[in-house]
């Protein structure tokens, strides 16, 4: 088992920035990608970025390219979303997530951070 908790999310006006970490412990050795979701009210769950746990590779969401970046340290066993350049509709509930070795599902959650975006 895996747990997650994020910290780091706020409130932050248009053209801000935040920072939300999000520390794992538990079996972390299983983890083979981590990832940061986010659900809007009413809205579906959106992927927002992903990075491997042992490489370098990073994944984004088509609506976050260019503006966030995803980072690791494995040493802390946490991972990093920097958000630039926030627009009102980034405004949701930032949820961290592992996805183990071997599966194709991202197994462990967090509880989730809320980020709001004030125009």
């Known amino acids: 088992q895996v747990e997650l908790v994020e910290s780091g999310g706020g409130l932050v006006q248009a053209g801000g920035s935040l920072r939300l970490s999000c520390a794992a412990s538990?079996?972390?050795?299983?983890?083979?990608?981590m990832g940061w979701f986010r659900q809007a009210p009413g809205k579906e769950r959106e992927f927002v970025a992903a990075i491997s746990w042992s490489g370098s590779s990073t994944y984004y969401g088509d609506s976050v390219k260019g503006r966030f970046t995803i980072s690791r340290d494995n040493a802390k066993n946490t991972v990093y979303l920097q958000m630039n350049s926030l627009k009102p509709e980034d405004t949701a509930v930032y949820y961290c997530a592992a996805r183990a070795e071997g599966d194709s599902f991202f197994g462990s959650w967090g509880q989730g951070t809320q980020v709001t975006v004030s125009s």
């Open positions: 538990g079996r972390t050795f299983s983890i083979y990608v």
